[in-house]
């Protein structure tokens, strides 16, 4: 199952409400999941089975969608959200990622 | 605390072999499931491969099937991937991740990758 993730890239202000899509090549139903990953560190989980918040992560991130098409939202962007975010899909072998969406500071 | 800390990469030439570690704390190692995934410089995330929580189970991506081996010893807990064969095009950052099993709404448990380690890198070069 292949992922592809919209835009690859994006600058956006502190303050602002950032979108990010991952579109599946089949149904994965509600099977996918959102990491975030800042430069030299391990990706960290934010968002499982589409919308479901992680322990721990700010309530600023939001996931929807289900089928082919989801979405994670940050509402109101932080500097420390700066970072490169990746969907995954959980519904079969092998647990394909997207490409990566790269948040820059504008 | 839950932690994976690898270890066991560096610089190896092509062909040759290497095998990474990656040390459980903080949690019962033997009751989960754990996977290794790389990341070339760079690049995107890609998984390499999965050890169901008995070791009975295992997947591996296409790219390493044949030339790579996950395993586990839950009394050490521990996992391991012994890589064999090496090419210029398997360096990379690898990571590994313990796989939890979540519950959402609409379709009940999934799999997630909830802890990951630090990573330990790892070049093919002659």
């Known amino acids: 199952i292949q992922l592809t993730q919209s835009p690859s890239s994006l600058s956006a202000s502190v303050g602002d409400r950032v979108t990010i899509t991952c579109r599946a090549s089949?149904?994965?139903?509600?099977?996918l999941a959102w990491y975030q990953q800042k430069p030299g560190k391990a990706p960290k989980l934010l968002i499982y089975v589409a919308s479901t918040l992680q322990s721990g992560v700010s309530s600023r991130f939001s996931g929807s969608g289900s089928g082919t098409d989801f979405t994670l939202t940050i509402s109101s962007l932080q500097p420390e959200d700066f970072a490169t975010y990746y969907c995954?899909?959980?519904?079969?072998?092998?647990?394909?990622f997207g490409q990566g969406t790269k948040v820059e500071i504008k | 605390q839950v932690h994976l800390v690898e270890s066991g990469g560096g610089v190896v030439q092509p062909e040759r072999s290497l095998r990474l570690s990656c040390a459980a704390s903080g949690f019962t190692f033997s009751n989960y499931g754990m996977h290794w995934v790389r990341q070339a410089p760079g690049k995107g995330l890609e998984w390499v491969a999965f050890t169901r929580d008995d070791g009975v189970i295992k997947y591996y991506a296409d790219s390493v099937k044949g030339r790579f081996t996950i395993s586990r010893d839950n009394f050490k807990n521990t996992l391991y991937l012994q890589m064999d064969s090496l090419r210029a095009e398997d360096t990379a950052v690898y990571y590994c991740a313990r796989n939890w099993v979540g519950w959402g709404p609409h379709i009940g448990t999934s799999d997630v990758f909830d802890i990951w380690g630090q990573g330990t890198s790892v070049t093919v070069s002659s």
């Open positions: 995954q899909q959980l519904i079969t072998y092998p647990r394909t």
């Open positions: 089949q149904d994965i139903s509600s099977y």
